[in-house]
């Protein structure tokens, strides 16, 4: 099973996204080689995607009433899955976050739904951003509904913000017994 971390514009644009993390558009055609993969094994691939609604909202107080009214399109844009994901990601399951986690009512419908599936759930990998925050949180969730799946989080194909949490966090999963592919150097 592979877990697609919140792989949408305002994380991955550099140009125009409100969180751009430096280098995250990289990510985006190795990701989609191996949702393929995953497909092509017959495997199932889950998207999630955080509303981050609070950037648009949080950036309100400082400015005049005029420019507090962000577009519509813009924020929508903001929110979806980038470009080259799009047919993946409507031929996937996913979920929406409100929060860093999916949440205990979506994952205890995920388990009733995906938990006899033992092929599926020998292995689940997350790739998307960011380590240090949804990567890391879900991961916990994904290992306390699935204990006997392994984790598996590689890094070259997750990424920060913030390189010292990004490593900080590889480090807490596999002091949690996540299994952690490092970059070879």
Known sequence: MLFVIDLQNDFID???GKMAINGADALIEPIKKKIREYREKGDLVVFTKDSHIEVYQGS???QSSEEKKYDEEEIAWGHEIVKALQEEFKSSESFEKKYHGISPDDL???KK???DQKECLKTIEFVGTETHVCILSN???IQNLFPDSE???DEN???SSDNGLHQQSLT???NLNMKVRRKKS
């Open 14 to 16: 550099q140009n125009q």
């Open 60 to 62: 309100k107080e400082s």
């Open 108 to 110: 205890h419908e995920f």
């Open 113 to 115: 739904q995906y938990g």
């Open 139 to 141: 991961a916990v969730l």
């Open 151 to 153: 984790i598996l989080i």
């Open 157 to 159: 194909f997750v990424m």
């Open 172 to 174: 807490i999963m596999e």
